[in-house]
């Protein structure tokens, strides 16, 4: 409990969508004797309180967000993340399920401008998708 307050703050100021790690050497700018597992645990009692959003992508470590309404756009080849806002979909969502909606993420998948470029310069498909 005595870092959940920084590891909030830093979740919520970030300008990228960290990992546990990331967050860990954030805070021992402040906290030096801190341990990686306290802030594991303190990342995951904040998103069992809703207090943050846990992204999970396969094959990638687990990242933190802000609870702000948003969405993401995914890079299918790098596993880059970048926030979208897009208009809230929750009453379309209700009135076609016919029950209230609780919430929702939805992640785009794309290919990044830096994936792209990468792609078009070895003339490959990516994926196996054209570029």
Do not use: W
């Not at 307050?5 to 954030?26: D, G, R």
């Not at 004797?33 to 995951?44: G, M």
């Not at 009135?95 to 609780?102: L, N, S």
């Amino acid at each position: 409990m005595r870092y959940e307050k920084s590891i909030l703050e830093i979740v919520n100021t970030a300008n990228a969508h960290m990992t546990a790690e990331q967050v860990f050497f954030t805070l021992r700018q402040t906290f030096p004797s801190v341990v990686l597992a306290t802030v594991y645990n303190n990342l995951n009692r904040l998103h069992q309180q809703g207090k943050i959003h846990k992204i999970s992508v396969e094959g990638s470590p687990d990242r933190y967000d802000n609870i702000t309404r948003h969405d993401h756009l995914l890079c299918r080849r790098c596993g880059a993340l970048a926030d979208i806002h897009l208009s809230d979909i929750t009453a379309d969502l209700e009135r076609q399920t016919g029950f209230p909606i609780e919430g929702y993420e939805l992640r785009i998948q794309y290919l990044c401008p830096q994936c792209r470029a990468e792609c078009a310069a070895s003339s490959a498909t990516c994926g196996g998708q054209d570029v």
